[in-house]
């Protein structure tokens, strides 16, 4: 099963409101990863987890919270966002040790905020 | 910006034709990867090459790497029609940092 699975697809969301956004992997890797992808621009990395543990987090402002369970399973939990929140939140995960760490990607989460 | 650049922005080819697509990016690096992302939906992984690779093949992918110049480019000989979506070049530090270059938005046409 190489496959990464995003839920829900689409969320529409207002600026008062809490939403969370889920990702799953059963493909054992111990590194995942929220995206933000806005139209016609490439992903920006959020954060990364490695080992169920937050490593990376790239100045994400603190409305956007992840959430690492366990080792299949990441949140991104939404409060209070702003219209230009708006995007594409891409999920993916990768081996940690593997020397190649190639990203699987899920299909993502086209989030609206009004 | 830790982006890296990619040139063109688009390019429209004929099928059969072979499409070139270039990176340039602004650290070192582990290694280079590129992925494919059709419209609006998450990326594959293509091809990686690491840092003391200079070229890699992959089915009708082609990869090269210059460090010294930290530049990359992706050659997909005889394209088709399904290859049209947008590439994006992704270069890996270390910690798991991964950055996406700005995208070729490429269309073959039937």
């Known amino acids: 099963d190489t496959e990464v699975t995003q839920t829900p697809k689409h969320l529409v969301m207002g600026m008062t409101n809490k939403k969370s956004l889920k990702c799953e992997q059963h493909m054992g890797h111990r590194a995942m990863y929220w995206y933000k992808q806005k139209a016609k621009k490439p992903p920006e990395l959020m954060f990364v987890?490695?080992?169920?543990?937050?490593?990376i987090n790239e100045s994400v402002p603190s409305r956007f919270s992840p959430e690492c369970p366990n080792s299949s399973l990441l949140n991104l939990h939404l409060h209070a966002l702003q219209p230009e929140d708006s995007a594409l939140y891409l999920c993916a995960s990768s081996q940690v040790t593997s020397g190649t760490y190639e990203q699987y990607f899920g299909p993502g989460t086209r989030l609206t905020v009004t | 910006s830790q982006q890296g650049e990619e040139d063109p922005q688009a390019l429209s080819i004929q099928e059969g034709e072979n499409a070139t697509m270039n990176c340039s990016y602004k650290?070192?690096?582990?290694?280079l990867q590129w992925y494919r992302q059709n419209s609006g939906r998450g990326l594959v992984h293509l091809i990686l090459?690491?840092?003391?690779?200079r070229e890699k093949h992959s089915g009708r992918l082609r990869v090269t790497l210059d460090t010294s110049k930290k530049s990359s480019s992706l050659l997909i000989t005889a394209s088709r029609a399904a290859d049209t979506a947008s590439y994006f070049c992704a270069t890996h530090r270390t910690g798991n940092q991964f950055y996406f270059g700005t995208g070729t938005s490429l269309t073959v046409i039937p």
């Open positions: 987890y490695s080992y169920e543990k937050l490593s």
């Open positions: 090459i690491r840092s003391n690779e």
């Open positions: 650290t070192s690096i582990n290694n």
